[in-house]
């Protein structure tokens, strides 16, 4: 008998490569996702890599009713929580739209699990929650700013929300940093629905000729080239993390019921780097020019990596060159 795991916004882009790769782990992924930020398509590129069409509940994870029955009927192992909206600049022009969906989701969320006894989440945190570090590059005890947008600020609550019901739930709370990248298939990827707020769907779109040109939003930052610097990691790597998480708490290995890990690369790239290594990795231009800055935009993150390779046993594989590649040939088999 396979292990349950509910899959909160699984097919969504990180939602489902993670699928995949819980399915890969000898894992039962059970969907919940509400199309809110995703395409029912994604499930047909999820039966190309895992041979069936896992099954999947079409609701709101604010939908308490609803979401009791689907946890109720299944009594999952661990659920994994991605059902959110993660577009920073979006957040600065809908803040409620965020806190409702995103604080209140989790909420919901955590009140199925504690009446259905489940006590394994992981959390899809960002690395938004650091603000503007002081420190480069962050730990994981990196004192946390005031968000510099009110999706941060949703994340950051999230994980005050998730510690103080540290006594009776168990949390692998998960830092992302840029997941770009698309599975080496082309089978499933990216889906942003209307224009891209990130940058590597709108450059790629901008490269498939969808979009005129790539802005960059500024480059008068105090930065090696003014552009601002993350550290983007292959979504497939990211994925492959959530495994390595549900696994820890199934495993009850654990040391904390609240533990926090980066899941980044540990390098950081500028926004002219990536273009630069977008062009060299698929030898390609891509059209673009300097804009002003957006709001809620920090200036530079990337992740210190010592605990959670120590810790968790994860590190991060694939290169810049191949996370460009893959989203590129994810593009290509979406025009
Ligand atoms: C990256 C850089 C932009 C678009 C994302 C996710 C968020 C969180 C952190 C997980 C910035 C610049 C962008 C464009 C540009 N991840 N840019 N032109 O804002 O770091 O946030 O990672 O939780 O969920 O949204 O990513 O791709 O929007 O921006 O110049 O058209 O690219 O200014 O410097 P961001 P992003």
Same mark, same amino acid.
């Given at each position: 008998?396979k292990?349950?795991?509910?899959?909160?916004?699984?097919?969504?882009?990180?939602?489902?490569?993670?699928?995949?790769?819980?399915?890969e782990?000898?894992?039962e992924?059970?969907? %919940? =996702? @509400? !199309?809110?930020? #995703?395409?029912?398509?994604?499930?047909d *590129?999820?039966?190309?890599? &895992?041979?069936?069409k896992?099954?999947?509940?079409?609701?709101?994870?604010?939908?308490?009713?609803?979401?009791?029955?689907?946890i109720?009927?299944?009594?999952?192992?661990?659920?994994?929580?991605?059902?959110?909206f993660?577009?920073?600049?979006?957040?600065?022009?809908?803040?409620?739209?965020?806190?409702?969906?995103?604080?209140?989701?989790?909420?919901?969320?955590?009140?199925?699990?504690k009446?259905?006894? %489940? =006590? @394994? !989440?992981?959390? #899809?945190?960002s690395?938004?929650?650091? *603000?503007?570090p002081?420190? &480069?590059?962050v730990?994981e005890?990196?004192?946390?700013?005031?968000?510099?947008s009110?999706?941060?600020?949703?994340?950051?609550?999230g994980?005050?929300?998730?510690?103080?019901?540290?006594?009776?739930?168990n949390?692998?709370c998960?830092?992302y940093?840029?997941?770009?990248?698309?599975?080496e298939?082309?089978?499933i990827g990216?889906?942003?629905?209307?224009?891209?707020?990130?940058?590597?769907?709108?450059?790629?779109q901008?490269?498939?000729?969808?979009?005129?040109?790539?802005?960059?939003?500024?480059?008068?930052?105090?930065?090696?080239?003014?552009?601002?610097?993350?550290?983007?990691?292959?979504?497939?790597?990211?994925?492959?993390?959530?495994?390595?998480?549900?696994?820890?708490?199934i495993?009850?290995?654990?040391?904390?019921?609240?533990?926090?890990?980066?899941?980044g690369?540990?390098?950081?790239s500028?926004?002219?780097?990536?273009i630069?290594?977008?062009?060299?990795?698929?030898?390609?231009?891509?059209?673009?020019?300097?804009?002003p800055?957006?709001?809620?935009?920090?200036?530079?993150?990337?992740?210190?990596?010592?605990?959670?390779?120590?810790?968790?046993?994860?590190?991060?594989?694939?290169t810049?060159?191949?996370?460009?590649?893959?989203?590129?040939?994810?593009q290509t088999?979406?025009?």
């Amino acid at each position: 008998m396979k292990h349950k795991i509910i899959v909160t916004g699984g097919l969504g882009f990180i939602g489902s490569h993670t699928v995949v790769c819980l399915h890969e782990a000898g894992f039962e992924p059970i969907i %919940i =996702d @509400n !199309l809110s930020n #995703s395409e029912a398509s994604a499930m047909d *590129g999820i039966e190309q890599l &895992i041979g069936y069409k896992p099954i999947w509940a079409n609701i709101d994870v604010n939908d308490k009713a609803a979401l009791g029955n689907v946890i109720k009927e299944h009594q999952p192992q661990g659920v994994i929580h991605f059902a959110a909206f993660k577009a920073v600049g979006e957040s600065v022009e809908k803040p409620l739209t965020y806190y409702r969906n995103n604080v209140g989701g989790l909420i919901t969320l955590m009140e199925v699990l504690k009446e259905e006894n %489940i =006590d @394994n !989440l992981v959390f #899809s945190s960002s690395c938004t929650v650091y *603000g503007e570090p002081d420190e &480069i590059p962050v730990k994981e005890s990196t004192q946390t700013k005031m968000a510099e947008s009110p999706y941060g600020a949703t994340k950051q609550i999230g994980e005050i929300i998730l510690k103080d019901n540290a006594n009776w739930l168990n949390t692998q709370c998960l830092r992302y940093f840029n997941p770009i990248g698309a599975h080496e298939s082309g089978f499933i990827g990216e889906l942003p629905i209307g224009v891209p707020n990130n940058l590597i769907p709108y450059l790629t779109q901008t490269v498939a000729g969808i979009r005129k040109e790539l802005t960059v939003f500024g480059d008068d930052y105090n930065t090696t080239d003014g552009t601002c610097i993350r550290d983007y990691i292959h979504v497939m790597d990211l994925a492959e993390a959530h495994v390595f998480a549900i696994n820890r708490l199934i495993n009850g290995e654990q040391k904390e019921p609240f533990e926090v890990f980066n899941i980044g690369t540990g390098n950081g790239s500028s926004v002219l780097e990536v273009i630069q290594a977008f062009e060299k990795a698929n030898g390609i231009p891509v059209p673009h020019k300097i804009g002003p800055r957006r709001a809620g935009d920090v200036i530079q993150v990337w992740a210190e990596t010592t605990k959670v390779e120590h810790v968790l046993g994860w590190k991060a594989k694939r290169t810049l060159e191949t996370m460009l590649k893959d989203a590129w040939n994810w593009q290509t088999k979406l025009s």
